[in-house]
């Protein structure tokens, strides 16, 4: 989205969008994660934040900080996203990983949650973030969530190389083994 017409928030922190609801409902059902860039063509400089963590107040006013501009690593963060939605085409669950390890194994790797009532979100400060929605606790990890996690962990160097699988399966206790959702 692009303006002409910024609005600046709290002493310039935060720039200011409205989006037609038609647009959030349709987004906020998507699986993959959405990112919400709004150009400033006046400054002629982007900002952006990961949609699905920014929807949960069910406002159409969006605040995207002004800290978060479109630079080479946010950029980096946004194929990442996307790469995870193209290797997690397949719907499987990891039946041993439950969603409260993952989310451990993410905490214990430097990432802190900032999460919703809809979307659990999880923020490095190296600039990786995964987000899901807000699924129970002990339920089997599909595998679009795994692949984002481990895709994220690997992409960013926050663990040597295949490091992520060998620590879901020191978590669990057991071997992964992925099998079909019906």
């Known amino acids: 989205k692009a303006t002409d017409k910024p609005d600046y928030r709290e002493n310039g922190r935060f720039l200011s969008v409205r989006l037609d609801a038609s647009d959030i409902g349709a987004w906020r059902r998507e699986y993959t994660p959405l990112i919400l860039v709004v150009y400033d063509a006046i400054k002629q400089q982007a900002f952006w934040i990961h949609f699905q963590a920014a929807t949960d107040n069910r406002s159409k006013t969006f605040l995207l900080p002004t800290t978060q501009s479109v ?27 439950t969603y409260r390890l993952l989310a451990d194994a993410l905490k214990q790797n430097g990432f802190s949650e900032h999460s919703t009532e809809r979307y659990r979100h999880f923020a490095h400060e190296n600039g990786a973030e995964i987000t899901w929605g807000a699924v129970g606790d002990e339920g089997p990890v599909q595998a679009m969530h795994y ?26 206790g057991k071997q992964l083994t992925a099998t079909s959702v019906s």
């Open 71 to 97: 630079d080479e690593a946010a950029v980096r963060t946004m194929q990442t996203s996307k790469t995870i939605g193209f290797r997690s085409t397949t719907m499987k669950a990891y039946r041993d990983i």
């Open 147 to 172: 692949t984002a996690a481990q895709s994220t962990v690997d992409y960013y160097d926050i663990l040597r190389r295949d490091a992520f699988d060998l620590l879901m399966m020191r978590l669990s």
